[in-house]
Every structure is written in structure tokens, then in C-alpha cells.
């Protein structure tokens, strides 16, 4: 308070330029000035005296000007501080834009030139240069690292996890960052902790984003599509865009620091993984667990494939709205609700049905009522007619209505809706298909043949009405399924399809986690695993694309017309094979017909990419073959993913580790939470709320982020909405944070809960940090020169007290980080590293070193300078899984303990089992610094800048007396006092302000002499008055009468802004009573 005062009061210094500009302002003032005292004084010798009254009036009119212009001078000063800490904040920005280069000539693979100082500042361009290129080719990264081969018996164990394979068309995004960042972190701790480890990368296929890339790829460049040049050329190209563009997410995770070993490296595509998925399909297939029905499944119409569950976006609609449907010139309508009635054959009943898919009714195969509705029983059993096809609707009896919805009658399309599916299979309906492979109307109704389904439903809708049917339109909330890939509305419908049987494998794993032999971190997922899979419906695994493992399987019939033919919607008809020839084979001995006479074509689906994604654990390793790796890295020790994708992949990995190998895959499963903004709302381009994280490693101007927007695909309206969203976030775009505060900050978010909002500030916030590593690092280099340390960490002799103290901390920083990252608990090792390097080791040891080092005592410096090697090399360790590249750079800066010592910190053992804390020690040293701390509060409340008050600490106990004087040389160092006086019984001057610090001591800091009280006194009530005053107009406007109807962002800050007064309020009365008990005293 006082600060900001008393800085106010300081004018700004006056340029030669201004100088000249207030110089010519003086002049006329003063001759202004002359001549009024002149007429001033003409008025005094020709007019009368002046009357009481008069005089009382003049006297009140100076007030005013005085209290005017004492005003007008606090809102000079407040002005001049604000615009000095607009220009400090300016300055700060321009600070952290800079950007340092490494631009010493390295060539890749070969170590870093560190022989150069370190730049002033921490820069991640810097820092994170060359490093990574070393690590690879000196191949820390590989399991053989420091042994003879992957066989070799490692007694401290291994560690294998896999890298969850992204797209091959994909670019690096928050979700990739979040799941990179923990697992290089546990990797590189299990590395470092002695394992053999393997954290093993690799590639999906992405059969349907592929396939739409390379699709428009060839259209946009030659104008053809994927049928005008059939389906092996087209396989071609997508193998020669693989190869051009395909490992863009490689190169973006070598720039997060990822320690994979790449040289083993794979792609599902690959010959190595495609003979295991030949094999797997083959196997189950033969034993029945594969097999072939015809059945709904999600159909993308744009696509012509079915899709799975996963690539179906559900936006939720409160009503009527037009989307966007692609192959529609014009906006389709969802949201609404149509009834319409269909005639009762041989009455003139009618039953009113309402649908949200008007066009399906071309489908309807009967009409649905509760057995219990009285409304309808007598209509049981009788016949609707459908008014547009020559086709009669059975009404029937089920369950499965809800009487009080609607009309308590629902229309049934067996073969195009899930529910009505079941009804249709209880009731053996008929199963009309109404709709084609690309979304038209098919031959069922004339009148509409082949016009686009929602056309039609225009149609139908006036077709209704014209027959006198149609009864009412409403907005309806509903949930539209749109497909990921192509944006078109996914819709059920009737297709022949392999699919894998799930009941036995899902009940196994089950059992797994309840038997305890699979875990899944945190334990909340457990009741998600039991509930998916205890209703685990059978897996469709075809897709019908062109880019993916072809389906194995093959269609037989025969050359002999005499024999029977096959349906090939069913599976009686089909054999699979890991060749043709071998297919062949099965086919002769199934039908026992000579090969000579068997037709073979194989099914021109592919699979569905999620198929051989379970199959990665193991086909990585060369499964089927019994390969070295497979041997040595199966089972794998964890699978660590985002929680949505838990049944999708995670269980159907169990599902074919169990069954393939009779083995787990891995034994722990952490699940990570999902990236929000930090708002907590997803992440969407429409909001102008994704976040590259590219751009959080290199910096972005606001207006490259605009640029970005541009250069998407949104509407003009939406690029608006969503370049305010990012003006809101981030109004001078994101500074340069590098990928080491980014990890660590993704690290620090993952509280075992569901969602993370991240804000960037917080990323920049650990930047900070880094920078504060980085000076704490420099400020000891001087100290360090020339120093040989001991060949183990730990007390040399003769230690001072605080040189224990941060030995002891640091022994709890190295205990609680392994049991961090033994137990998955990232934020308690990120809040370790944070507070032990920020508030102990910078904010409290270094600063009582400066003046040992300072100092002639060369013993104290000896002793002092080990602590603080000690402090810094475990300190940098432990730190190292989260923060690779700033650690190297300053590790490779330390001397070694030994001249064998590990080329680089990533596999240089972690520390544990310190031994070093004193917890009675530690009891004391917290006692001292709850003491500074008082005297830090206690002159910033009642003292100049730079101010040294004398300070008397009162003891109420022997125990504290002791502690605090043996402290009393840190406390004046840490408090920047002129004196720390304890004292037990003995009296304390008069002129001091005092706060008790818990049941032990009394602060008093003495005032007498540097401050007014009188003065000080005055100015508080008045800033109180001010406060209050602010308060009282906020408090008054939250009490209006329309004050509800105010947005909430608005009321929120208003009450934020309430209880910030609330606390300024009672901060300005505490020290108005300590200035008053000084007044007093004096």
C-alpha cells in the first residue's frame, strides 16, 4: 500500500525535450499570475473590508479548491503509477519475447557445445537445440543400452509400454502432448531408475481419414477420383503419401523430448503387422468367434462405409436448427417433431404417430402400442395402411413403448432404426430397406424413388399434408448423429458384415480387473469397464473402404451350375485363409469338392483400423512368430491412454491378448483426463479455443492465430465468434514457452479426474520457472568452478544448520517423487520439484549462502559449496523426466563424482533413499520462516521500500527462544532487517507494530523513526473511505430489481470484486490499528 504510494510520488524525468515544452508553458502562467495580484490588489485599496459572512464564504470556497485539488494530485499520482506499471508490464512482455538462438554449428548426432557461458536469460530455442539428434545416435532411448542384447537378465526389472499409435494423417494436438508428456515422464524415471526399458512408437493406418485425404488429394491435383482409377493404383498413392507426408507426428514428437526407441518404429500397415492380422482373423474365424450376419450398423453415406461408434459425433440440439449435410445445396432442418396418421384398415380410426426421420415412414413395417393402453387394445391385431405403398402395418403389443410419450403409438422401421431392429426381430417383421448405400430412396415407394433422403422428407412432409394425414410440426431436443471423418449424418442401415463375438472375452476381463489382475488407474473407470462390458454388444469389424488390411475371407461358389449357390450375406458360403492357396484349401475340404471346380473372391472390405490396433501390444514384437522381442517385452508393463478411448481400444486389447496369448497385454492401465479450455469447454475451431501445441512450444501472435482461423474451413460468422474467443484468451497471442514448461505443466494438470482445463497462462507460468531454475543454476556456477565433488551425495562434516536443512529437503523432494510416480500421482512430484526449487532452494538457501560465499570463512564455503552441488545435481535429476532438455543443458554444466560417470542426465540414476531429513530440524526452520514471513508482511504493510526495521521477537517458550535465536543471522538476511533481537521475558521498545505468530512468538517491528503515525493515519482512513465507498456502489447495483437478468460473467465479477474489497477493507483496518498502537506508544 504504502509502496505504491510512495513510488506514485516520484515524477517521471524530464527529457531536454520536455524541458522546452514546460519552459514555454511557464511564462504566460507566471505573467497571468502578476496580473491578478495586481487587480487583487487595485480591489483591496478601493473596496470596503471584507464581512464576516464574506470572509466565512471565501474560506469554505478555499476548502473546496484545496479538497479539489488534493484530489486532482491522488489522481496524478494514481495515473503515474499506472502508467509506470503499464510501461513495467511492457517492458516484461518485450523481456520474455526474446528469443535466444543456439548458433554454434553442431552438426545432428553430435554433442551440444556447452563450453560456451550460459545466455543472461532462459530461452527455449536455446535450450532445446541439438540435444535430441545426440540422444539418438548415442541411443539412450533403446532397451539395449548398457547391455548385450534384450535377453539379458536385468535384476532391477523392465519397463515396456507402447506409444497409443496416432494417425498417419495426423498433426501433434494437446491430447498427443498430454499423453507424450506422462508417458516420456515415466519412462525416462524407469530408465533412469536402472530397467531395461522400451517405450515403443508406431503409426495407425487410419483406414476412412486417410483415405478422405489422399481421395481429395487426387481430386484437387488431377481431378479423378479413387474409382477412376481403381483400387490398386489408389492403394499406390496412398502408399506414396504415406511416405511424403506420413511422419509429420514424428518429427513433432522428437520435439516434445520423446524417449521412444525409433528404430523400432512401426505402422499397422506394415508386412510385420498385417501378417498378424491375417493371422488373428484366421484364428477366430475357424473357431466361430468371427463370424458374418447382416444387421444395422452406422452407415456414412458420403463414405459408403460403416463406421464405428467412436467416429460418431452426437451434437446435442435444445430444437429446431439447420445444419449443414454435405451433398445438399441447402441447410436441412432437425430438431422438429412430425405427426401424422396412418388410416385403420376397415375403420375410420386413425392412429397418430411422430417421428423426428419423416422420410423413414417409406419403411414402416408396423405400428407399436403398449399392451396395457386401453386406448389401444381393441385395435391389437388389426392393420394400419401405409399411404404411399401398397403394404399393410401389422398393429402390435410391446414393452418397449412408453405410454405417456407422444400419442403412446410408435412407428416401427425395422430396418433402419436400433430399437425398432429388436422390435422387428421379436415380431418377425418384415425388414424393408427404404434408403441406399448413398443415402437415396429406393424403389419401395415409386412416387419417391430415388430422390436424397432429406429432399424426400421435404416431399413426404407436403405429401402427407396433401392426403389430409399430416397433423402437427414442433420443435423437438434431440441428438444427431454425425460422422467425424465426412460430417454427414450417420444413419442405420442394413448391412452383411463380419463381426467379432464378444461375450466370452468381455466376461474375462471382467473378471481381470475384479479378480485384481488387471488395474485401472483411477479406480473410478472400473464401474465404466463393468458396465461396457457386461453389455458388451458383438464388434462389426468391416468397413467398406479401400485403404486398411483386406478382409481375408473369401466367397465361394462354384463352376459346376449343378451345385448350390450361396447367399453371401450369411457365413455358410465363406472361408478365410492367410493366402488364397490356403483358402483354397479349407474350401475343397468344407464342400469336398475337387479346387478345380471352387471359385474364390475374396471380400473387398477392409477391417476396421480399431482391429489391428488390438492387436499392437504383440504384433509389434512379430507376433505370430516367436521372435526375441516377443519373448522379452510381452507382456507389456502398463497401457496409458485418454479415458475415452477405454472399450474402443483398451478392452479389446485385453480381449485379444487373452485370447491369442492366454495372457494380459499389460497389468496397469492409467487413464488420462481429456484437455478442456479453461473455461472447461472441448476444445472446438468454432470457438476459437484449440490450442496448437506448437504454438505454446514456439510463441504465436494473437493475429497468427487469427491467420490460422482464416485458413480453415469455418463460416465467416463462426471466424468471427471464434477470433474474439481468442482475443479473450490470449490478447497478445502465447509467448515462446518451450516444450519442457509445457510437459511439465500438462504433468502437473493430471489431478486423477475426468477433464483438465487448461489455461496457457499457467504454461508461461512455468516458463517462469524454468527461468528461475536456469538464474538459481548461474548465480552457483562461480561457486562451482573448479570443484571436485565427493563420490557420493550426502554429509561431508561440519555442515551449518541450513545446510542440513536443504539437504533435508531435499531428501523429502527425492522420496515424495518416487512415490509420485510409483503411484501415478503427477502433481504431487511437479509440486515437490516446484516448491523445492522456487521456495527452498532459490527463496531461502541461496540467499543465505550469499553471504557465506561473500564471506573469508573458506571452510563455511567448502562445506556450503558440497550442499549446494548436492542440491543441484539431485535436484536436476529428479527433475529430468519432466524437464529433459533444460536439465542436460545444465547438467552437462556440473562436474562429475566420477570420471566413469553416465554421458547424460537421462541415464544417470535417479536419486532415492536420501536418509538426510531432520525432522526436528525442519520444525525449527519453519518456525523461522513463518517469522520472515510476518516481517516481510508486516513491511510491506507499514514501511517504505527498502526499509531496515529493527525487529524483537518475544518467545513464549525455551523452545522457540532457542530456535530463533539460533536462526536470528538467516532471519535478518531473509527480512532484510538492521537487527533481529530475541528475547524471552525482557521488555520490547515502545514504537513497534506487532502479530503474533502461533502460540510460540511475537513479531514486533519497530516504526519509530521511519514513519509519521499521525500521517499514516489520516491517509489509511481515508483509503478505507474510498473502499468502502466502491463497495457500497457495487453492493447497491447487486441489489437492483433487474439485476438478475445481468449476464453472468458480469455478476460474477462483481462479486469478485466485492470480496477483493472485503480483504482490502480488512487488511488497511489491521494496519490502521498498528499505526494507531505506535500513535499511542509515542
Known amino acids: 500500500m504504502i509502496t505504491a504510494l510512495r513510488v506514485a510520488s516520484f515524477g517521471a524525468k524530464l527529457t531536454p525535450a520536455s524541458t522546452k515544452n514546460v519552459a514555454s508553458l511557464i511564462y504566460p502562467v507566471w505573467r497571468l499570475k502578476v496580473a491578478n495580484m495586481a487587480d487583487d490588489t487595485k480591489a483591496t485599496a478601493d473596496q470596503p473590508p471584507k464581512t464576516a459572512k464574506q470572509l466565512k464564504k471565501e474560506e469554505e470556497k478555499n476548502a473546496k479548491l484545496a479538497k479539489f485539488q488534493a484530489k486532482k494530485e491522488a489522481a496524478e499520482k494514481k495515473n503515474a503509477t499506472a502508467e509506470k506499471k503499464e510501461s513495467k508490464k511492457e517492458k516484461d512482455k518485450q523481456k520474455d519475447k526474446q528469443v535466444i538462438e543456439y548458433n554454434i554449428p553442431t552438426p545432428s548426432g553430435q554433442k551440444k557445445d556447452v563450453s560456451q557461458p550460459l545466455p543472461a536469460q532462459y530461452s527455449p530455442s536455446y535450450v532445446e537445440a541439438a540435444w535430441y539428434s545426440w540422444w539418438e545416435e548415442q541411443k539412450f532411448f533403446k532397451p539395449e543400452y548398457g547391455r548385450t542384447s534384450v535377453e539379458e537378465p536385468n535384476p532391477k526389472g523392465k519397463f515396456v509400454i507402447c506409444l497409443p499409435p496416432p494417425n498417419v494423417t495426423g498433426s501433434l494436438h494437446l491430447g498427443h502432448a498430454l499423453t507424450a508428456s506422462i508417458q516420456d515422464a515415466l519412462t525416462r524415471w524407469h530408465r533412469m531408475k536402472g530397467k531395461t526399458v522400451l517405450w515403443n512408437p508406431g503409426c495407425d493406418h487410419a483406414g476412412i481419414a486417410t483415405q478422405v485425404v489422399v481421395e481429395k488429394k487426387l481430386m484437387r491435383e488431377r481431378g479423378v477420383s479413387r474409382h477412376d482409377i481403381g483400387r490398386d493404383q489408389f492403394v499406390k498413392e496412398v502408399w506414396k503419401w504415406k511416405e511424403e507426408k506420413g511422419d509429420t507426428i514424428y518429427h513433432q514428437l522428437r520435439k516434445v523430448g520423446c524417449s521412444v526407441d525409433w528404430e523400432r518404429a512401426c505402422f499397422t500397415m506394415d508386412e510385420k503387422l498385417s501378417k498378424a492380422v491375417k493371422e488373428c482373423f484366421v484364428r477366430l474365424h475357424s473357431e466361430g468367434v468371427i463370424y458374418r450376419s447382416k444387421r444395422l450398423v452406422n452407415w456414412s453415406c458420403q463414405l459408403k462405409s460403416a463406421i464405428s461408434d467412436i467416429e460418431v459425433d452426437k451434437e446435442e440440439l435444445p430444437g429446431r436448427k439447420l445444419l449443414k449435410v454435405p451433398g445438399y445445396k441447402e441447410m436441412v432442418e432437425f430438431g422438429v417433431l412430425v405427426s401424422f396418421a396412418y388410416p385403420v384398415e376397415g375403420t375410420d380410426q386413425e392412429i397418430v404417430v411422430a417421428t423426428t426421420r419423416v422420410e423413414t415412414m417409406l419403411g414402416d413395417t408396423a405400428i407399436a402400442v403398449h399392451p396395457s393402453d386401453g386406448r389401444y387394445k381393441h385395435l391389437v391385431g388389426k392393420y394400419c395402411l401405409h399411404p404411399f405403398c401398397d403394404r399393410k402395418l401389422p398393429i402390435i403389443a410391446d414393452d418397449f413403448v412408453d405410454v405417456n410419450f407422444g400419442t403412446g403409438a410408435v412407428k416401427v422401421t425395422p430396418a433402419h432404426d436400433h430399437n425398432d431392429y429388436e422390435v422387428g426381430k421379436r415380431h418377425k417383421l418384415p425388414f424393408v430397406e427404404m434408403m441406399d448405400d448413398i443415402g437415396c430412396i429406393t424403389d419401395v415407394c415409386p412416387q419417391f424413388k430415388g430422390m436424397p433422403r432429406f429432399e424426400a422428407r421435404k416431399a413426404i412432409l407436403a405429401a402427407l399434408k396433401e392426403k389430409g394425414l399430416f397433423r402437427d410440426l414442433k420443435e423437438n431436443p434431440m441428438v444427431v448423429p454425425i460422422c467425424s471423418r465426412s460430417k454427414d449424418i450417420v444413419e442405420p442401415l442394413l448391412k452383411p458384415q463380419w463381426y467379432v463375438r464378444c461375450d466370452e472375452m468381455a466376461s474375462k476381463a471382467v473378471e481381470a480387473v475384479r479378480g485384481g489382475q488387471l488395474r485401472i488407474v483411477p479406480a473410478i473407470h472400473d464401474r465404466v469397464w463393468y458396465s461396457w462390458l457386461e453389455n458388451c454388444r458383438d464388434w462389426c469389424i468391416s468397413r467398406q473402404l479401400w485403404w486398411g488390411h483386406r478382409i481375408p475371407a473369401y466367397f465361394v461358389s462354384f463352376t459346376d451350375s449343378n451345385l448350390p449357390v450361396g447367399n453371401p450375406d450369411d457365413g455358410d458360403y465363406w472361408v478365410s485363409g492367410r493366402s488364397e492357396e490356403e483358402a483354397l484349401e479349407l474350401a475343397a475340404k468344407k464342400f469336398n469338392i475337387p479346387k478345380e471346380k471352387i471359385i474364390l473372391k475374396q471380400d473387398e472390405d477392409v477391417l476396421d483400423t480399431w482391429f489391428s490396433s488390438a492387436l499392437f501390444p504383440f504384433s509389434i514384437f512379430g507376433w505370430p512368430d516367436q521372435t526375441a522381442d516377443l519373448k522379452a517385452f510381452y507382456p507389456n508393463q502398463l497401457l ?135 538464474n538459481a543454476f548461474k548465480f552457483s556456477q562461480p561457486f562451482l568452478e573448479g570443484y571436485t565433488p565427493t563420490a557420493q551425495e550426502g554429509l561431508v562434516g561440519k555442515e551449518s544448520t541450513m545446510d542440513r536443512w536443504i539437504l533435508g529437503r531435499l531428501s523429502v523432494l527425492v522420496d515424495d517423487a518416487n512415490k509420485g510416480f510409483a503411484e501415478y500421482d503427477f502433481p504431487l512430484v511437479t509440486t515437490a520439484i516446484h516448491n523445492f526449487w522456487l521456495y527452498e532452494l532459490c527463496d531461502v538457501y541461496i540467499e543465505c549462502l550469499k553471504p557465506v560465499m561473500r564471506g573469508s570463512n573458506e571452510e563455511a564455503k567448502a562445506v556450503s559449496r558440497a550442499a549446494l552441488y548436492t542440491s543441484l545435481d539431485v535436484g536436476l535429476r529428479v527433475l529430468s523426466p519432466f524437464m529433459p532438455f533444460l536439465t542436460e543443458e545444465l547438467f552437462q554444466r556440473l562436474p562429475r563424482r566420477s570420471p566413469s560417470a553416465p554421458l547424460s542426465i537421462c541415464v544417470t540414476p535417479y536419486p532415492e533413499n536420501l536418509g538426510l531429513y531432520d525432522k526436528d530440524l525442519d520444525t525449527r526452520v519453519r518456525l523461522m520462516q513463518d517469522v520472515v514471513k510476518t516481517v516481510r508482511a508486516l513491511k510491506q504493510d507499514y514501511l517504505p521500500p527498502k526499509s531496515r526495521p529493527e525487529v524483537y521477537l518475544k518467545c513464549m517458550t525455551k523452545e522457540s527462544l532457542s530456535a530463533l535465536q539460533e536462526f536470528s543471522a538467516v532471519i535478518e538476511t531473509l527480512g532484510q532487517c538492521n537487527g533481529v533481537h530475541c528475547v524471552e521475558d525482557g521488555a520490547v521498545p515502545t514504537g513497534c507494530t506487532m502479530v503474533t505468530v502461533g502460540h510460540s512468538c511475537e513479531v514486533h517491528l519497530l516504526l519509530k523513526g521511519l514513519v509519521d503515525p499521525h500521517k499514516e493515519i489520516e491517509r489509511l482512513n481515508a483509503l478505507i473511505a474510498e473502499k468502502q465507498g466502491g463497495q457500497s456502489k457495487l453492493l447497491d447495483i447487486t441489489k437492483a430489481v433487474e439485476y438478475e437478468k445481468v449476464p453472468i460473467e458480469v455478476r460474477d465479477a462483481n462479486k469478485e470484486k466485492i470480496e477483493q474489497l472485503s480483504v482490502e477493507i480488512e487488511n488497511l483496518r489491521r494496519a490502521l490499528e498498528g499505526f494507531k498502537l505506535v500513535e499511542q506508544q509515542q
Open 640 to 774: 496409458e491412454t485418454g479415458h475415452d478411448i477405454l472399450f474402443f481400444w483398451v478392452a479389446r486389447m485385453v480381449f485379444m491378448g487373452q485370447k491369442l496369448l492366454g495372457q494380459l497385454p499389460f497389468p496397469e492401465v492409467y487413464l488420462h483426463a481429456m484437455v478442456r479450455d479453461a473455461h472447461g469447454r472441448k476444445m472446438s475451431k468454432s470457438l476459437g479455443n484449440v490450442i496448437d501445441p506448437l504454438d505454446v512450444l514456439h510463441g504465436i501472435t494473437l493475429e497468427g492465430m487469427h491467420q490460422r482461423l482464416e485458413e480453415g474451413n469455418l463460416d465467416p460468422k463462426e471466424i468471427e465468434i471464434a477470433k474474439a474467443g481468442q482475443k479473450a484468451d490470449n490478447p497478445d497471442g502465447i509467448p515462446e514457452c518451450g516444450a519442457d514448461a509445457m510437459r511439465f505443466a500438462l504433468c502437473a494438470y493430471t489431478a486423477q479426474g475426468r477433464d483438465i482445463n487448461l489455461d496457457v497462462k499457467r504454461v508461461v507460468g512455468y516458463r517462469y520457472f524454468c527461468n528461475k531454475i536456469w
